[in-house]
């Protein structure tokens, strides 16, 4: 599995971005889709998962602006974010893994396909 993420940019507090992520791949429905962003200094950390048809989980900071939603036809995971504030300013990863299993959703070992991450940047 191949995991293009984009729709990563500048916008000022306040604003939107929608946030893509493509996968290769004819199993793609059956993968937990996962986002996860990493601040300047800062460690990884979880923002949103979405198993296959599941409800999307989210990290508390997010919940509210933030909604994921996947396209099994397109094989395209979005993450739609609203609200945007300085503090969100991270590069963005999606990553995959075939695994459904709820308690590891926010680790970060747990996933094995990653995409290369884009920048999202949040001027106050």
């Known amino acids: 599995v191949q995991l293009q993420a984009s729709g990563g940019g500048l916008v000022q507090a306040g604003g939107s971005l929608r946030l893509s992520c493509a996968a290769s791949g004819r199993t793609f429905a059956r993968y937990t889709m996962t986002w996860f962003r990493q601040a300047p200094g800062e460690e990884r950390e979880f923002v949103a998962a979405?198993?296959?048809?599941?409800?999307?989980y989210y990290t508390d900071s997010v919940k509210g602006r933030f909604t994921i939603s996947r396209d099994d036809a397109k094989n395209t995971v979005y993450l739609q974010m609203n609200s945007l504030k300085p503090e969100d300013t991270a590069v963005y990863y999606c990553?995959?893994?075939?695994?459904?299993?709820?308690?590891?959703?926010?680790?970060?070992?747990?996933?094995?396909?990653w995409g290369q991450g884009t920048q999202v940047t949040v001027s106050s």
């Open positions: 990553a995959a893994r075939p695994r459904s299993v709820v308690n590891t959703l926010r680790l970060e070992s747990s996933y094995d396909y």
């Open positions: 979405i198993r296959r048809s599941d409800v999307p």
